[in-house]
């Protein structure tokens, strides 16, 4: 059976490997060709069955493809400078392709480009939809989807980020000084990727399943080129992974939420959370303490949590630290989570009502929905109710909205 | 037992990979099928969807083979059956279906 993903995998192999041959300014070419490819797969699987390394099969294909277009234009203007000279002469031009084909070579050239997607000069919107469309093979149609955004706006930041791409012609390379700000500019973009995944808009679970194995296979990419392997890139993962763990007690047998305390530990996913906890050991180095770092602290926490939940204490200090890196209205509503844990549902509900009103709030469901898990705590289950409506009205998906329904009507004082 | 060629004609082509990958599922699995009730003599090849033809006296070579796209053949497969009513029952599971395809049974002529 052929892997369901195998083709959005490896459309972001191929179009990297193509577009280091045909430039940045080709990804169109690079795109065309990778889509061909796929569809006469497609045309010669159905009658001769798929083979046993499809992955394989896909590349060769593509490489072929690629020589023959290499042939026929027998120019160098079609190509990357640093390369038109070894690709049109027929002596090196066939051991170059195969070189840019090379599993190890592909590798480095997804790094470079996903360096390269996270260009400064484009918004962290635009830099995430860059990276899933051309790294992870998602079509507009797929990433307007994953981020409830009309196709149209999607592919319009799309086109203008190849223009901007195209402008640069190569790869970033990972030996330039920008490298450090370019780093924490991947850091992010695949952070949104993931926390897009695990709490995003998008109303089906499977997309979001997707989105977060997207953003694990690129950021575990880091980890294998020294030049990036960061304590921070390992915190990032440490995140991710610990998050991951818990993918499969999110949801019960009919579909709905589960809260954090509620979840069934056993259906947590121990290997991931292993993996997590060595990411965050090896992170633990250098004299960066980055909001990864933090974060991937506070899930390692929860992870390890016995029945009377993590110690509250030091999920307080975290949430303190992470205040001071990086804060956020969101970060500022789970430490007043904590805090009510920790000191009662009162001190919880003036924290609360104590962090300053934004945009991003307003439109939150979890604010409104915590003020009610604390009222209900503080025994005024009107006012509970009347916030759990409140989060309901403000759900982002149906999951959202029929956990929020079913805490409203759960505090219907009897 | 007696052998028949599937012809496979026309048929839209697949608009995204996803749809593709659906599309070529269905196949493997009708293909496993007729291979497991011992009806698959020879899978067959795909053929592409250009070609020249040659024909007439003067040998007049031309672009082809078929103007239209939903009369040309994108493949064939070698398939063993009781008879033709039997082998026509077979293909009534071919997917092509699904795309607007045809697929024309042919007997293989007996010596």
Redesign the interface.
């Known amino acids: 059976m052929l892997d369901e993903h195998l083709f959005r995998r490896e459309s972001g192999r191929i179009v990297t490997a193509l577009s280091r041959i045909f430039g940045l300014d080709n990804i169109a070419l690079a795109e065309d060709v990778a889509q061909d490819v796929f569809c006469r797969a497609l045309e010669v699987w159905k009658l001769r069955g798929v083979p046993q390394n499809p992955s394989a099969w896909l590349m060769k294909a593509a490489k072929n493809r690629a020589i023959d277009l290499l042939r026929r234009e027998r120019t160098a203007s079609n190509c990357v400078p640093e390369l038109g000279r070894l690709l049109t002469s027929e002596w090196t031009m066939v051991p170059t392709v195969n070189e840019l084909f090379s599993a190890e070579t592909i590798k480095d050239d997804q790094l470079r480009m996903m360096f390269t997607c996270c260009d400064p000069r484009l918004s962290e919107d635009a830099q995430v939809a860059l990276t899933l469309y051309l790294l992870c093979g998602f079509t507009i149609g797929e990433i307007a989807g994953a981020f409830l955004s009309k196709n149209s706006r999607i592919e319009k930041r799309i086109e203008r980020g190849k223009k901007l791409l195209a402008s640069s012609k190569k790869l970033f390379d990972l030996a330039d000084v920008e490298l450090a700000s370019r780093l924490s500019a991947v850091h992010r973009t695949l952070y949104l990727l993931f926390n897009e995944g695990y709490h995003g808009a998008s109303r089906t679970a499977v997309m979001r399943t997707e989105l977060c194995r997207e953003a694990m296979r690129l950021a575990a990419l880091l980890l294998e080129n020294d030049l990036v392997a960061s304590p921070p890139s390992y915190a990032l993962c440490a995140l991710m992974w610990l998050h991951a763990a818990r993918l499969p007690a999110r949801l019960d047998s009919r579909g709905n939420l589960v809260p954090l305390a509620n979840q069934d530990r056993s259906r947590w996913d121990a290997r991931l959370i292993e993996r997590g906890n060595d990411f965050l050991d090896r992170s633990a180095s250098g004299r960066e303490l980055s909001e990864y770092h933090v974060e991937a602290a506070i899930a390692s926490l929860h992870s390890s949590a016995r029945d009377g939940g993590p110690d509250w204490e030091r999920l307080l200090w975290l949430y303190d630290v992470l205040m001071k890196i990086r804060p956020s209205p969101v970060t500022a509503l789970n430490r007043a989570i904590a805090l009510a844990q920790k000191d009662g549902p009162e001190r919880g509900i003036a924290a609360i009502r104590a962090i300053p009103a934004s945009e991003q709030l307003a439109s939150y469901p979890f604010l409104p929905a915590a003020l009610g898990e604390l009222e209900l705590r503080a025994g005024r289950a009107d006012r509970a109710r009347e916030h759990f409506q409140a989060a309901a009205a403000l759900a982002r998906n149906p999951m959202e909205r029929r956990f929020l329904e079913s805490r409203a009507e759960a505090a219907i004082p009897v | 037992m007696s052998e028949f060629v599937y012809l496979y004609r026309g048929g839209r082509?697949?608009e995204?990979?996803?749809e593709?990958?659906k599309?070529?599922?269905r196949?493997?699995s009708w293909?496993q099928d007729l291979d497991a009730k011992g009806h698959l003599k020879e899978?067959?090849?795909?053929l592409e969807g250009e070609g020249k033809v040659v024909r007439g006296k003067g040998r007049s070579v031309t672009d082809g083979p078929y103007p239209e796209s939903k009369d040309i053949v994108?493949?064939f497969?070698l398939i063993e059956a009781r008879d033709l009513a039997h082998a026509a029952e077979l293909a009534g599971g071919c997917p092509i279906f699904d795309a607007d395809g045809v697929v024309e049974v042919r007997p293989v002529m007996k010596m």
């Open positions: 082509r697949a995204s990979p996803a593709g990958e599309q070529m599922q196949w493997v293909m899978r067959g090849q795909p994108g493949g497969s």
